[in-house]
């Protein structure tokens, strides 16, 4: 039972994430549609703000109604927004794609892991959520790695197919999705003290989010997804943002789809090694030594070597991936059932917020200053954020935690 929930959602997973346009899309965006680096920013900032305005929403819906039909409606936006690009060229028009897009990716963020979660709770086995949802990701980064490659030579056939394949990759993921069971929380024994309340005193979704945040767990889960959320914000704008930093170092579109298959294939890796570096020497301590090892090859960027722009991205491809998953590995642990995607999507929201902020920041630095100043200006940001992070999260429990009542 268990291996066949796995086979699904790693499947959904791979499906998914096929998106062949990932690497290249800023490239689509200033070649084929004439659009300049502070364009880039208000178009990924509409993005963001669709995650923004519907990330709580969603996740209550997804609470609500099921963690199935939250993703499926979330994969049926992005399609819809992939195929849009094929048809339209005026930049408003981009926008509201870019923000059907931003509206998709909050229906699926965090339900679909809550649905792995709850599922594996069922089966006692959540503390294999680790060790599967690593593998997911990992097996995500491996399929953005392909689509990569694919994506750089079929652009020069046909940017149209580019977008149109990945439309039938994320169609396809849907068919391994809605084959996963959705559980019903009273039919679980294993439900826990908070959920059982909720249902037993009919309160609703919101009343019990809100809160739980009100509660010293929740407000401690707050602080992190703020520090986490800008932490992991100024990390991937960074890597967004690569693609301009070598196409400005003079590589083509091939040879930067070819450097982002690499990249993605190092976060995949880096995924399936997180949770054996958890074992040996605690999340936490990993966790504490990749956010900092991060920030420190960041800030390095100052000196202005085109070679270390390539060590930078390496790192940037590597060490808060492990973070992320361990962090994320943490949270649910942490939280309870019920109101498991409600909580998750109050912590999308704040990284929404967060990338939105970074992506206009390297936007106005690349504009104003130079390629060197922008990535170590971002690299004290994520710097700060990380040193945050480590103070505020020392009083924390680390252990093994069994999602009781908060």
Not at 48 to 70: A, N, Q, Y
Not at 146 to 152: E, L, P, Q, T, Y
Request: charged share 15%; net charge positive.
């Amino acid at each position: 039972m268990m291996k066949s929930l796995v086979f699904k959602y790693n499947s959904y997973y791979f499906l998914s994430n096929l998106v062949f346009q990932k690497g290249i899309f800023m490239l689509f965006l200033t070649t084929q549609r004439g659009i300049d680096n502070a364009e880039i920013a208000i178009l990924q900032l509409s993005l963001l703000m669709g995650m923004f305005l519907s990330e709580v929403p969603t996740g209550i819906l997804g609470d609500r109604f099921g963690r199935k039909f939250s993703v499926v409606t979330g994969l049926i936006l992005l399609t819809s927004s992939s195929l849009g690009f094929i048809v339209f060229e005026h930049f408003w028009v981009l926008a509201i794609l870019f923000f059907l897009e931003g509206l998709g990716m909050s229906f699926i963020s965090g339900s679909d892991q809550s649905l792995l979660y709850d599922n594996l709770k069922q089966m006692n086995e959540e503390e294999q959520f680790l060790k599967t949802m690593s593998t997911s990701l990992g097996l995500s980064y491996i399929s953005l790695a392909i689509a990569s490659v694919i994506g750089g030579l079929i652009q020069e056939v046909s940017w149209n197919l580019v977008y149109g394949l990945s439309s039938i990759a994320i169609l396809g993921s849907i068919l391994f999705f809605v084959s996963i069971k959705e559980l019903s929380f009273n039919q679980s024994e294993s439900i826990d003290l908070l959920t059982k309340k909720v249902i037993t005193q009919k309160k609703s979704i919101i009343g019990e989010t809100a809160e739980y945040f009100k509660s010293y767990e929740g407000r401690k889960i707050l602080q992190v997804f703020i520090l986490l959320g800008a932490f992991e914000a100024t990390c991937m704008a960074y890597f967004m943002f690569s693609q301009q930093f070598f196409h400005m170092l003079g590589l083509n579109v091939f040879v930067i789809s070819i450097v982002f298959m690499a990249g993605r294939l190092l976060s995949g890796f880096s995924y399936f090694i997180a949770p054996k570096l958890a074992k040996k020497f605690s999340s936490r301590k990993v966790i504490i030594s990749t956010m900092l090892g991060t920030s420190l090859f960041l800030v390095l960027n100052v000196f202005d070597f085109s070679f270390y722009y390539y060590v930078s991205f390496a790192a940037i491809v590597i060490l808060p991936y492990i973070s992320n998953v361990l962090n994320v590995n943490f949270i649910h642990s942490k939280i309870p059932s019920l109101t498991r995607a409600s909580i998750m999507s109050v912590g999308s929201m704040i990284g929404s917020v967060s990338l939105g902020l970074a992506y206009l920041i390297i936007g106005f630095l690349l504009d104003a200053t130079t390629l060197n100043i922008t990535t170590a200006a971002i690299g004290i940001i994520n710097l700060a954020t990380a040193l945050l992070y480590v103070i505020k999260t020392k009083s924390m429990e680390w252990g093994q935690t069994n999602d009781k009542a908060a």
